[in-house]
T-cell receptor, first 109, second 113 residues
Framework: TQLLEQSPQFLSIQEGENLTVYCNSS?????LQWYRQEPGEGPVLLVT?????EVKKLKRLTFQFGDARKDSSLHITAAQPGDTGLYLC?????????FGTGTRLTIIP | DTAVSQTPKYLVTQMGNDKSIKCEQN?????MYWYKQDSKKFLKIMFS???????INETVPNRFSPKSPDKAHLNLHINSLELGDSAVYFC????????????FGEGSRLTVL
């Protein structure tokens, strides 16, 4: 069974601070996706990274895929209250998507 | 115009009952899924259908039976409901293969008393 461990599990920080969320596995993935889920809604895709070492930026969010394609990180600069939500990484291998354990992020105004 | 819609959004029922959750997508996708999200927010795949054909069936009790009457619909029927079945069930769709984006419905919160 492929496991994707996310850390931290919970994170509560002040508006304007920076933060990093980690997604780690012992398995190699063909690609890795990051989703954000808000209360009462389904997850929504933020980004997909495919190549080892790839870095993608989405405004204040920076996503990186590890060189060995076993891990990924999400860095948020100058966090805003609108960034609050559950962040889920998901690794794809052999046409199967496995979700991570999730990081609940709260940005305090 | 909702892309992936599920009904009902909330479902409260007694142990031992049988219930169904319906899902429809208007994105023209070939692949549809059912995921279960537990109280710790862990999202786990249950089933996947590609053009009405079952392609993924994770270790799910036989009490759970998916049905896909056409590629735009994937329903989930649960027999003899147990307390541990309480969770949020998400329907999702995508283009063929897992490298594509998953489009999720809003979820159906099932509470078994």
């Amino acid at each position: 069974t492929q496991l994707l461990e996310q850390s931290p599990q919970f994170l509560s920080i002040q508006e304007g601070e920076n933060l990093t969320v980690y997604c780690n596995s012992s398995s190699v993935f063909s690609s890795l996706q990051w989703y954000r889920q808000e209360p009462g809604e389904g997850p929504v895709l933020l980004v997909t990274v495919v190549t080892g070492g790839e870095v993608k930026k989405l405004k204040r969010l920076t996503f990186q895929f590890g060189d060995a394609r076993k891990d990924s990180s999400l860095h948020i600069t100058a966090a805003q209250p609108g960034d609050t939500g559950l962040y889920l990484c998901a690794g794809e291998s052999r046409e199967k998507l496995t979700f991570g354990t999730g990081t609940r992020l709260t940005i305090i105004p | 115009d909702t892309a992936v819609s599920q009904t009902p959004k909330y479902l409260v029922t007694q142990m031992g009952n049988d219930k169904s959750i319906k899902c429809e997508q208007n994105l023209g996708h070939d692949t549809m899924y059912w995921y279960k999200q537990d109280s710790k927010k862990f999202l786990k795949i249950m089933f996947s259908y590609n053009n009405k054909e079952l392609i993924i069936n994770e270790t799910v009790p036989n009490r759970f039976s998916p049905k896909s009457p056409d590629k735009a619909h994937l329903n989930l029927h649960i027999n003899s409901l147990e307390l541990g079945d309480s969770a949020v069930y998400f329907c999702a769709s995508s283009q063929p293969g897992y490298t594509g984006e998953l489009f999720f419905g809003e979820g159906s919160r099932l509470t078994v008393l």
